[in-house]
């Protein structure tokens, strides 16, 4: 009988922050930061992930941060009640239909107030929150 330790097939890494959907995922045992990045659904517009090697192996139990890139001011806020609908793609996790939708409710109300965003379908809470930084009314 052999005492020797067969390799895990699979192992477990937690990744927060600027990725598409945070949480803990199951990988194939070698995956690199970046499978975990993909797994996670890739990384935000605002991400940074220069502090990264992203073929680096992971280890069971490891946890990624990914951090936002440092905004130097030059990029300015979108107007959700004026933006084109490329300059509504162009914020965090918006995408076509998105930003459709966003231009069909201002066309029937415009926004008096960011919170407003909330109503158009598929903004919620932490959509909300993850945009909040970068529009104006």
Partial sequence: MSLDRQ???TIQAEIKGEVINPGVYTL??????QDLIQAAGGE??????SPFAQMESLENGQVIVVGKTEL???SPL???NTATEEQLMSLPGVGPAMAK??????TSQPFQTLEQLKEV???G???????QEFICL
């Fill in 72 to 74: 130097d001011g030059s």
């Fill in 28 to 33: 194939k045992y070698g995956a690199t930061i």
């Fill in 101 to 106: 939708r966003i231009i069909e409710y201002r």
């Fill in 125 to 131: 809470e932490k959509k909300f929150a993850s945009l």
């Fill in 78 to 80: 979108i107007s959700i």
């Fill in 44 to 49: 935000t517009q605002i991400a940074d992930l």
């Fill in 121 to 123: 379908k598929g903004i």
């Fill in 7 to 9: 390799a895990p097939d």
